[in-house]
């Protein structure tokens, strides 16, 4: 079986990617277009409407006060601030976060809006460009949105491990459940952790979620907010708590969408997704056979037993795709068949990719998935850093625990006993990469409140596999202010992708600063 590097909420940009490509092909949008321009919300105002700045914290004045030159990039408008590497030493070595701004469409903003995709690891920069496809015209015609890459992500000062040849061996290899493919594992995980030391330095302990919450508060000053008014999605609900519990007087309008509960091990994430994923894969396969064109017969549960003996076959003999140098292993059979899971517009794709792989025993089109899930391009190369900076910000956000043969043998029993298809390919928590890691994790997970910050909106999405509904639900319990959303529905977030009832009530919230009835149900 393969030894995943720790399977993590996506870039809920990946998923509008590929709802693109899905849209293209199947001729059946089930996405929002792009909106036109359309004038402001009458009387909407922002969250910070006639409040003061508050001051700096002591010591980060200058970060704080820092004045930030915007220049002109394509339709946007694009900066670089200055941050402390290391809270705890402000006068010490610094780094810089890369910023992109889309102002609002009609000239006359009430206020700014930062967005988080997710990962960890994905770039806000880039996700800014993607705004006008999730976030209605009302709120873009009068928020100035603005992306940021976290510290160590593409943009910013970046994270770097290896080469990218090295991660193209590394996401295609399988290591089978043998003292062999435990060996590879081993020795491979010391790679990586070695290459992070030695390609990044101090930065490779100071990219965890505290300090690029930290970061958050520094970019709300230099945009001029009293407040913070923020979406963040998937991982970026992890940025957005962290930093209300921080900065609680500081939060403004602030909607978190595909939450993770902060008092996750991370175990507790793997066993979640792995449920998450299972029930994701089955909701798919029933789908698939109401259809002439399933490859996948029987019951669902049949069809589940085809997808394993698919995955197996890969790991024996790893299917063709075209090209000799990159034949189809399990580890991206896995991904290929993973990523499809994030929105149920992509599933007829998935039909096609399975179609090949099982009847023509060809695997190019789930390698085009795992692809576009690793952001890999045609020549080899990578579009960014997201798979390191994912390694990196996991190892210092969960503790890394080193296990006895019995306890992941329990592990593994869990897993499989929630996700009878998917969990034995999760394996039990595998915490040798992050044991290599050069920093180990100081953070414990536990609730966050937020104590004194005004209301925060929660979503969830009942069929999410990314982010189960459950982890949602908690983070709304745990802060003072939590107000859920549950949106009824298949995929990975919902603000943006889903229906009228979760957009409007997140516009509402965004323009007028009204938040949706607790426990609202889309």
């Given at each position: 079986m393969p030894r995943l590097i720790r399977i993590v909420p996506a870039l809920a940009a990946a998923a509008l990617v590929l709802t693109a490509c899905s849209d293209a092909e199947d001729?059946?949008?089930?996405?929002?277009?792009?909106?036109?321009?359309?004038?402001?919300?009458?009387g909407a105002e922002g969250s910070d409407a006639g409040e003061e700045m508050p001051p700096a914290p002591e010591g980060l004045e200058e970060f704080y006060e820092q004045e930030v030159s915007w220049t002109d990039c394509d339709d946007y408008e694009c900066a670089d601030i200055e941050?402390?590497?290391?809270?705890?030493?402000?006068?010490?070595?610094?780094?810089?976060l890369a910023i992109k701004r889309l102002p609002a469409s009609d000239g006359e903003p009430i206020g700014s809006m930062l967005i988080n995709p997710g990962g960890p690891g994905g770039?806000?920069?880039?996700?800014?460009?993607?705004?006008?496809?999730?976030?209605?015209?009302?709120?873009?015609?009068?928020?100035?949105?603005?992306?940021?890459?976290?510290?160590?992500?593409?943009?910013?000062?970046?994270?770097?491990c290896v080469s990218d040849s090295e991660l193209d061996r590394l996401l295609a290899t399988d290591y089978p459940d043998t003292p062999e493919g435990e060996a590879d594992w081993e020795a491979d995980a010391q790679l990586i952790g070695e290459g992070c030391a030695a390609e990044s330095g101090d930065l490779a302990g100071n990219v965890d979620t505290e300090s690029a919450a930290r970061d958050m508060d520094v970019i709300r000053a230099v945009l001029g907010e009293s407040q913070l008014d923020y979406l963040g999605y998937s991982y970026g609900t992890l940025l957005g708590s962290t930093y209300a519990d921080l900065f609680p007087d500081n939060v403004g309008r602030m909607v978190l969408d595909g939450a993770l509960d902060p008092t996750s091990t991370?175990?507790?994430?793997?066993?979640?997704?792995?449920?998450?994923?299972?029930?994701?894969?089955?909701?798919?396969?029933?789908?698939?056979?109401?259809g002439s064109l399933c490859p996948l017969s029987g019951s669902?549960?049949?069809?589940?037993?085809?997808?394993?003996?698919?995955?197996?076959?890969?790991?024996?003999?790893?299917?063709p795709t075209g090209d000799p140098d990159r034949p189809l292993t399990q580890a991206l059979a896995l991904t290929g068949i993973i990523l499809p899971m994030y929105d149920e517009s992509s599933w007829p794709m998935l039909t096609a990719a399975l179609q090949a792989a099982i009847n023509l025993d060809e695997g190019s089109a789930l390698l085009q998935f795992a692809d576009l899930y690793n952001t890999r391009n045609p020549d080899g190369t990578f579009a960014d850093n997201s798979t390191e900076a994912n390694w990196a910000i996991n190892c210092l956000d969960y503790p890394a625990?080193?296990?006895?043969?019995?306890?992941?043998?329990?592990?593994?029993?869990?897993?499989?006993?929630?996700?009878?298809t998917f969990g034995q390919f999760f394996g039990g928590e595998n915490d040798e990469l992050c044991l290599n890691y050069p920093h180990q994790s100081e953070r414990e997970p536990g609730p966050v409140s937020a104590e004194g910050s005004g209301p925060i909106v929660v979503i969830g999405t009942t069929g999410d596999p990314a982010t189960p509904y459950e982890w949602a639900v908690g983070l709304a319990d745990q802060l003072d202010e939590g107000v859920l959303v549950s949106y009824e529905g298949e995929g990975h977030t919902a603000y943006g992708r889903s229906n009228d009832c979760v957009q409007g009530a997140v516009d509402e919230f965004f323009l007028e600063g009204t938040p949706p009835e607790d426990e609202l149900s889309c």
């Open positions: 001729a059946e949008s089930s996405g929002a277009e792009a909106p036109g321009e359309t004038g402001s919300e009458s941050v402390p590497l290391d809270y705890d030493a402000p006068d010490g070595e610094t780094i810089s770039s806000g920069v880039e996700f800014v460009e993607y705004a006008t496809s999730s976030i209605s015209p009302e709120v873009t015609s009068v928020y100035d949105v603005v992306g940021f890459d976290p510290r160590g992500v593409q943009n910013s000062t970046q994270i770097d991370g175990f507790d994430v793997t066993l979640g997704q792995a449920g998450g994923f299972e029930g994701a894969l089955r909701a798919y396969i029933e789908d698939c056979q109401s669902v549960d049949d069809g589940a037993e085809q997808i394993v003996e698919l995955l197996e076959s890969a790991e024996a003999n790893p299917l625990v080193e296990h006895t043969q019995a306890e992941l043998d329990e592990q593994v029993a869990e897993l499989e006993e929630v996700a009878p």
